[in-house]
């Protein structure tokens, strides 16, 4: 990692051709770099609209709006500046070449403008996060949920929670210190627990709403699951409206498991095609089978088809039940849906199902908690809190240890501690230019 002495700069926006272009620069040199090619500096936060030259030929490179933000009320806490730039090949190629000649300028690194903001207290890790999965985020609920995690809705709760801790240490440490003196201060450990019990409660409600943040990040897994030919991957076509599944009429068409991404009530989901269930003496077959199984049951939802109405496995219990090739005449077992892909008969009524499901598992306000990182840290947190919140037989220091405890993996949800390993980890994750 280079030092902050260097001015970064990068193409922020997608790649070129585009109808604009931003180019972005942070460091101490970004003011002269805006002199060296506008002429001028732009008052601060206003843009202004003029010619960009190189400075080395005085040929017109484009003409642009020019903005720029001095450090420390900046998005990296440094001088920023933003050329925004007819988005053709050529010119951006023309602008970050004469950019690169300059000195004390150098091409960004992946995220290494979000890397500064973070060093500079801009963002904490948990927002950093929230950015990180927000220039990800492909669904509606993806995009809430990041974007309040981005704006601090887990770190001005870690805030709260650790004012609550603090409050709490103070009067156990106050206790201890009468006790010195030789006075028995229950009300003091009275008042300090009527804090942490509360604050226990709280934290364990977040956590509890952890599974739904998760499956909202990375979204739902669905199973297709059933006996061979029951017509699970032309279902999955169907769902996909592609031919990602091979069908035949031959039972044991598919082995491995097949993955599609799709959009279902605003929920990112991965569905999943799997080898038809049954005894087989193919090896091959066994471990297409064996998949099937395992993926099934580790699945958020499954969809157990059967063209017979057999019932599902005891593992698979809590399926989804559909009758398949309905066209074919037979009844509807209760509590199953009958669904042809052929007449496409009971699609939609699938379809409500399946949203119903989606909606129970992932809908609703966005959790506090969307990553194992932050689940972790805070599953830490609560089990000192719930310690720290017991009888110690008079021997408050304990107490007190397990509220420093708590608050140390409170710092580690939003990386006031223990950070480096995260945040090489993170910061490749990102694009550069963000
Ligand atoms: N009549 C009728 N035939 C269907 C329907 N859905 C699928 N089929 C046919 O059933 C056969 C098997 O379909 P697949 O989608 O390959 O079934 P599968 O469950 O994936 O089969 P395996 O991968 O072998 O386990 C194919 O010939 C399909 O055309 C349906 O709704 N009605
Ligand atoms: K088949
Ligand atoms: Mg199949």
Redesign the pocket.
């Known amino acids: 990692m280079a030092t902050f002495e260097d001015t970064i700069f990068a193409l922020s926006s997608g790649r070129p051709p585009s109808g604009v272009a931003v180019v972005r620069l942070s460091g101490p040199a970004a003011g002269d770099a805006v002199r060296a090619l506008l002429g001028d500096l732009p008052p601060p936060r206003f843009a202004r609209y003029g010619a960009l030259r190189d400075p080395a030929r005085g040929e017109v490179l484009d003409r642009a709006l020019v903005l720029f933000f001095p450090g420390p009320a900046s998005t990296t806490g440094e001088d920023v500046a933003e050329l925004h730039l007819h988005g053709g090949r050529a010119v951006v190629a023309a602008v970050l070449r004469v950019l690169g000649a300059l000195p004390g300028l150098r091409p960004a690194e992946a995220g290494e403008f979000t890397r500064r903001a973070f060093a500079r207290g801009k963002m904490d890790l948990a927002e950093v996060e929230g950015l990180a999965d927000l220039v990800a985020a492909e669904t509606e609920a993806q995009r809430r949920q990041a974007l309040a995690l981005a704006s601090g809705a887990l770190s001005r709760r870690i805030a709260d929670w650790r004012a609550g801790l603090v409050q709490a240490l103070a009067l156990v440490e106050a206790s201890i210190d009468f006790s010195d003196e030789g006075d028995v201060p229950d009300d003091l450990v009275a008042e300090a627990q009527a804090v942490i019990g509360p604050l226990a409660a709280d934290v364990a409600a977040a956590l509890s709403d952890a599974d739904r943040g998760e499956r909202v990040r990375a979204g739902l897994t669905v199973a297709i699951a059933?006996?061979?030919?029951?017509?699970?991957?032309?279902?999955?076509?169907r769902l996909a409206g592609r031919e990602a599944?091979?069908?035949?009429?031959?039972?044991?068409?598919?082995r491995d498991v097949l993955e599609v991404h799709l959009e279902l009530a605003g929920q990112a989901v991965l569905l999943l095609?799997t080898?038809?269930l049954r005894e087989s003496v193919d090896m091959v077959e066994q471990e297409g089978v064996r998949r099937a199984l395992a993926r099934a049951e580790a699945a958020d939802l499954v969809l157990w088809?059967s063209?017979a109405g057999e019932p599902p496995p005891a593992a698979l219990a809590r399926a989804i039940r559909v009758r398949?090739?309905?066209?074919?005449g037979g009844g509807v077992p209760d509590g199953w849906i009958g669904?042809?892909?052929?007449?496409g008969e009971g699609v939609e009524a699938l379809l409500a199902c399946l949203e119903t499901e989606a909606e129970g598992l992932a809908g609703g306000e966005p959790a506090l908690v969307s990553r194992e990182r932050q689940r972790l840290a805070l599953a830490e947190a609560a089990g000192h809190l719930s310690r720290a919140a017991g009888d110690f037989g008079g021997q408050e220091e304990l107490r007190a240890e397990e509220l420093r405890l708590a608050a140390r993996a409170l710092d580690r949800v939003i990386g006031r501690v223990d950070v480096e390993d995260v945040l090489d980890a993170l910061f490749v994750t990102f694009c550069i230019g963000k």
């Open positions: 059933g006996p061979p030919n029951a017509g699970k991957s032309t279902l999955l076509n599944a091979i069908v035949s009429p031959v039972p044991g068409t598919t095609d080898a038809g088809l063209e398949t090739k309905a066209d074919l669904l042809s892909t052929h007449t």
